[in-house]
């Protein structure tokens, strides 16, 4: 590893077809580090930076998001016979449309408003925080659902319940038997809990450099997915990397001319400190030109989608 470099941590599992130097097909989430790395790499990122308020910002969320965890740590995982329904069916085990949350994560939520010093925020910011407190249990239950379901209708406020939604899943996705988990025939949806990715980091280390990983935009959980192929049709004769000019190509986004779809791709060997979820959010600008160009992004960031900057 390069001097700075960070690993990426969390539980290998399984392995994908084609002999010993295939690339493990599913990395379980670390929970105790994954938002902290996030947070990290936003702050390193903000810096004269176009939008270096936003990231700050954001950076302060995924710092709320890492002392969250404890407050869902101590939730039981699914239990090892509902786990083995999923797969054998398979279907993944923290399937959204099939999982009863626990209430624990509202106090994820809380903590979440407690951590993120809103104080400092601008006044309407603010405003939305003191709106979710006042919320009853079931309210703020409906709104997670309409986050989970895309039917956002409260923007403001969704930012929060998604950041306590996805410190619930990651710790849950985490806790699962590793060694029970396959990859979906829908090899494009995460194996943990069917969601999308946000994006894809090209692996610079490990024993299969240049490993393709997509990271779930819900529970973190990383699964492989094959190079030079389209993540939302599967096709590869049309796809091409897109990126902007005169930057180090950290991120790119891989387009498809047959559905007009793109989706980010970090590129670790340009910089091993890349995060799927940062870099993410901090190449927005990406985002724009793409979108100007005519493809339209494969699925949404979830913070990337409701967030906008504060002030």
Request: some cysteine; hydrophobic content about 45%; overall charge neutral.
């Amino acid at each position: 590893m390069k001097q700075g470099g960070s690993p990426i941590t969390g539980k290998w599992h399984g392995t994908a077809t084609g002999g010993v130097t295939s690339p493990d097909a599913i990395i379980l989430p670390g929970s105790t580090t994954r938002f902290a790395a996030t947070a990290a790499r936003l702050a390193a990122l903000a810096p004269g930076h176009s939008m270096a308020d936003w990231l700050s910002f954001m950076a302060r969320v995924a710092s709320a998001q890492q002392l969250a965890v404890a407050a869902v740590s101590i939730i039981e995982g699914p239990a090892p016979s509902a786990v083995d329904r999923a797969i054998d069916a398979g279907m993944p085990p923290l399937a959204v449309d099939g999982h009863r949350r626990d209430p624990a994560w509202r106090a994820a939520l809380s903590h979440i408003l407690d951590a993120i010093e809103v104080s400092t925020l601008p006044p309407q910011a603010r405003d939305v925080t003191v709106r979710i407190r006042a919320e009853g249990a079931a309210s703020i239950e409906a709104l997670a659902d309409q986050f989970l379901h895309g039917e956002v209708e409260d923007v403001a406020a969704a930012l929060y319940i998604a950041s306590a939604v996805q410190v619930y899943f990651t710790a849950l996705a985490a806790k699962l038997p590793a060694d029970k988990l396959r990859l979906l025939s829908q090899r494009g949806l995460c194996p943990c809990c069917g969601s999308t990715p946000s994006a894809g980091l090209i692996a610079a280390t490990g024993k299969t450099p240049g490993a393709r990983y997509l990271y779930c935009s819900l529970c973190s959980t990383a699964w492989n997915y094959v190079r030079a192929a389209c993540i939302t049709c599967g096709d590869a004769s049309t796809i091409a990397l897109q990126g902007i000019e005169g930057d180090v190509g950290v991120v790119k986004a891989e387009t498809c001319d047959k559905c007009r779809t793109y989706a980010k791709m970090i590129y670790q060997k340009q910089d091993m400190r890349g995060d799927p979820y940062a870099d993410d959010l901090a190449s927005f600008g990406l985002d724009i030109l793409v979108a100007e160009a005519g493809w339209s992004r494969h699925a949404p960031n979830p913070l990337l989608l409701v967030a906008r900057p504060t002030s």
